[in-house]
């Protein structure tokens, strides 16, 4: 919320760099904190669906282990 504060008064354009966490303004640059795994799928543009197709092997592999019926 500082982070906004700060923000809520400058003009002109406010660059946002998620690979280094910065927030660059004609003014000064401010660090930011995020989560490492929000920080992966924004930089990647995975959706839920896609992130889910990361674990394609390991869901395909634990299904046919698994004593459950499948669904499908």
């Known amino acids: 919320e ?4 700060k923000l809520r008064h ?3 354009d406010v660059e946002v760099d998620l690979e280094n966490q910065l927030i660059k303004t004609n003014t000064e640059t401010i660090h930011f904190d995020i989560d490492l795994h929000k920080k992966k799928i924004l930089l990647e543009g995975l959706d839920d669906i896609a992130q889910t197709l990361l674990y394609e092997k390991k869901i395909t592999e634990f299904e046919k282990q698994s ?5 499908l």
């Not at 500082?2 to 504060?5: G, I, N, R, S, V």
């Not at 004593?67 to 669904?71: A, D, F, L, N, R």
């Open 2 to 5: 500082k982070t906004l504060e």
């Open 10 to 12: 400058e003009t002109g």
């Open 67 to 71: 004593k459950i019926p499948s669904v």
